[in-house]
């Protein structure tokens, strides 16, 4: 009865995505500048919210009350920062930018404006490549997160790999269906969705166990520790690398990025900006406290077990934790459904087109897009058969990962001299010290507490800046069009 | 545009992410309202960086970025009126 309300629930929300898809397929036009950012016309809500869904998946929900249940809530400054601040303050230096000069040049990817100022198809396609191998991974976490949470929530009536396997099944019908405007609809009420019920969730929450003061008697008399800021978990030089190198790192994630193209006009741009915060924190609030408090509450929470799907089955009706549930799932398909698009189009626009098929008709193009996503979300999920990885891990690799690639990029955008070998041996220098790093034990993952992934964009920043010094830029780089002419009007 | 504008604005913001978390009362486990001190500030904080980012976004938007020099750089009001007619082009 539990596991029919539970599936139910699950299955109507899948179904209304779809229906919105399909709305969305209706006005779309058969190019891929539609399929990929709804031909640049995205409005203040829809912007905000698709960034924000697509920005907090899996690890919001799951991943981020699991760390504040173990360790304590300071998993919200630590959020707080990297999203609400940093991210927003490169929402403006590196987004406003690439807006601009997406809509005067018409770039679809970050590889391709980059490829177009240094006048280099290797550059182009190095960012995409790049990309592409931090964005697989990443996507099969969204996929391992969903499998677990549909087995964990019917008890294990629907395995696995049948949960993760009709996810994906679910997500490549609804991407190669309603591409990006449909994609920006359903972030949009997702990203809605999971704000109301967080919230409700909490205050439930609290009016069964007796308020916050309640709560936190109760956290303090199992784990004292945790009210008090700072632990030997949570040093200042462990916050610090991961706001910075996450909060970076954000900005670089193709889905992520990309969104910087679509708006529909200077005035979205800014209103996101400044709503930015508050979003953020009205989600990273509710959500991670409860996972704080989660630990004074007697639950049992076994080895590999989510927090927050726990504390909801023993504290809320069944229909309401189902409900979360959904929303969790949710936040982890309108993450992935924007990365398979953006995936995909890294390696139409970036990898197929400039290295195979240089004279691609946009009607074939759109069509190549849609195949690219089919084969890009199916070999995420059989990778993710054969390894599921735990979530924390893959994510926090993906995004310092993408982190490495911030600082060239930016040196790039705002500094005039940057040449052609300059931003190629950053970002080569960059990614082969951090992944250095994570596979190999010569090069160490802790400088003094700080981590290799802040490191190696520090690496990179000088290795930019260093080698432009040292090389003249070749004959056929533009070296003006990230600064001349630049106005919105 | 303006030089002093935009080393205050850096500064801005790198003040701004400095004390979102509050350091200063780090080791501190004072509740209000059965909610941490320091979780107080950082909500609070977050309301103050959003204002901020209001403010930069109406009267200082295009700083470091717009190659025309007066469209933006501290006349106050001129950069959002120009484009308040809504939000499609």
Redo the contacts between chains.
Sequence with gaps: MTVAIQLGIIVGYLLLALAIGLVAYRLTDRTAEDFYLASRTVGTIVLLFTTFATLLSAFTFFAGPNVAYEQGPEWVLVMGLMDGIIFAILWYVIGYKQWLLGRQYDYVTLGEMLGDRFASRRLRGLVAGVSLLWLFPYVMLQQVGAGTALQALTEGTVPYAVGAGLITAFMILYVVVAGFRGIAWTDTLQGAFMLVTTWIALVWVLAVVGGPSAASSALEAEAAHHLALGSDFYTVQWMLSTAITIGFGVAMFPQVNQRFFAAGSKTVLKRSFALWPLLCVLLFVPSFLLGAWARGLDVTISEGENVLPVILAEFTPVWFAALVIAGAMAAMMSSSDSMLLSGSSYFTRDLYRPFVESDLSERREDLLARIGVVGFATASFLASLWNPATLFELGDAAFSGFAQLALPVMVALYWRKTTRAGITAGILASQAFYLSSLFTAVVPSAYAGWTAGLVGMGLGLVVTVGVSLLTTPAADERRTIYFDGLEAD | MSRPALWGWIAV?IG??AL????F?????T?V????L??WW??GW??L??LV??L???RF??L?????GD?SGGSPGSG?R???G????
């Design positions: 913001a701004l992410s979102t978390i509050p350091w009362l780090w080791g501190d486990a509740l309202a059965g909610v941490p320091w979780l950082h909500v977050m309301g960086a959003s980012f209001w930069f976004a109406r938007w295009g470091g970025i717009e190659s025309d469209s959002s120009v484009d308040a809504g939000e499609r082009r």
